[in-house]
């Protein structure tokens, strides 16, 4: 059973950068693959980015390519999303996941997850 940690949330204004973080327990860090998730009121949860196990490949929502970049450091148990160049809409609570399905890019094939973490873009 692994066990998700989030932090690094929190207001920001549009155009500002955040990096959210998330630390896994629990489980072998390095054989999920992990990914970020957002749920805005009234909305359903989607998915923002992935990053697989081993040699690691990342693939985002075409919302957030080019603005948000994943990362992960094996040693440290943690998988980063570095979030630039924030919209209003990407206002939302940030869910850390991990499957050991690769590539994962639905909500539906992460079978962890943390207990979110807030982001809010002021305009």
């Known amino acids: 059973q692994v066990q998700l940690v989030e932090s690094g949330g929190g207001l920001v204004q549009a155009g500002g950068s955040l990096r959210l973080s998330c630390t896994a327990s629990?489980?072998?860090?390095?054989?999920?693959?992990m990914g970020w998730c957002r749920q805005a009121p009234g909305k359903e949860r989607e998915f923002v980015a992935t990053?697989?196990?081993?040699?690691?490949?990342?693939s985002y929502a075409d919302s957030v390519k080019g603005r948000f970049t994943i990362s992960r450091v094996n040693a440290k148990n943690t998988v980063y999303l570095q979030m630039n160049s924030l919209k209003p809409e990407d206002t939302a609570a940030y869910y850390c996941?991990?499957?050991?399905?690769?590539?994962?890019?639905?909500?539906?094939?992460?079978?962890?997850w943390g207990q979110g973490t807030q982001v809010t873009v002021s305009s």
């Open positions: 996941a991990a499957t050991l399905t690769a590539p994962a890019r639905s909500t539906y094939e992460y079978h962890y």
């Open positions: 629990g489980g072998t860090f390095s054989s999920y693959t």
């Open positions: 990053i697989s196990w081993g040699i690691p490949i990342t």
